[in-house]
């Protein structure tokens, strides 16, 4: 029972942003992988909150960067997927995995690529060993969300430039044979179409 009561206490900390009490928490042996009824890690609540002075102080007492919840998200995935940098850089320095993957069986890029977060698409495109031609379970790569799921904008234009420039594969097709070019000539994503065609794009 006191370790129930324990683990409320410091999930309650976290979310408050309450940074002593985290701390006193976890110097008396309180578990820094602690999670609540959805699986939720104290560092994947402390994400979800964009707190990024808690999520040091956790990830410097340990706490897991992989770890994942119910639905698949871990501190990684979730802040890449929602463009937290700061975060980003934090839990690629601090042992993020690659081969660990979201409900979709994408990574930390693919998200990041459809919702256009080109500061953390520049980060994770650019990390060596990245799996940056990672095909999810909808069949589609990080270039191929950032065309059919983007908006064909001077942002999209710039995420997929990025990923030419960092080497990705630009001819992998969907799972119905569609190229990433394809696409962009379908929607009429004119600027999109010139950089992929510039880079030799089918």
């Not at 942003?17 to 890690?41: C, F, I, M, P």
């Not at 850089?89 to 979201?102: A, C, M, Q, T």
Request: charged share 20%; with cysteine.
């Amino acid at each position: 029972m006191e370790t129930i009561v324990a683990q409320n206490s410091i999930i309650k900390a976290v979310l408050k942003g309450e940074l002593y009490e985290v701390a006193s928490a976890l110097k008396h042996g309180a578990d820094v992988n602690a999670t609540d009824h959805q699986k939720r890690s104290l560092l994947l609540l402390a994400t979800q909150n964009n707190d990024l002075k808690m999520a040091q102080l956790l990830v410097a007492s340990g706490a897991d960067v992989n770890q994942q919840d119910v639905i698949k998200d871990s501190p990684f995935l979730y802040a890449g997927a929602t463009g937290q940098t700061e975060l980003v850089k934090l839990y690629l320095e601090n042992g993020s995995r690659f081969d660990v993957f979201n409900r979709y069986n994408g990574s930390a890029l693919i998200p990041a690529c459809e919702k256009g977060h080109l500061e953390v698409v520049r980060l994770l495109a650019n990390t060596k060993g990245f799996p940056i031609d990672h095909v999810n379970r909808l069949g589609w790569t990080a270039l191929m969300e950032a065309v059919v799921l983007g908006d064909g904008s001077d942002t999209y234009v710039e995420v997929v430039q990025t990923l030419i420039n960092a080497g990705c594969d630009v001819n992998i097709p969907d799972s119905d044979g569609v190229t990433a070019l394809q696409h962009a000539r379908n929607r009429g994503y004119a600027g999109i179409a010139k950089v992929l065609e510039a880079a030799s794009a089918k």
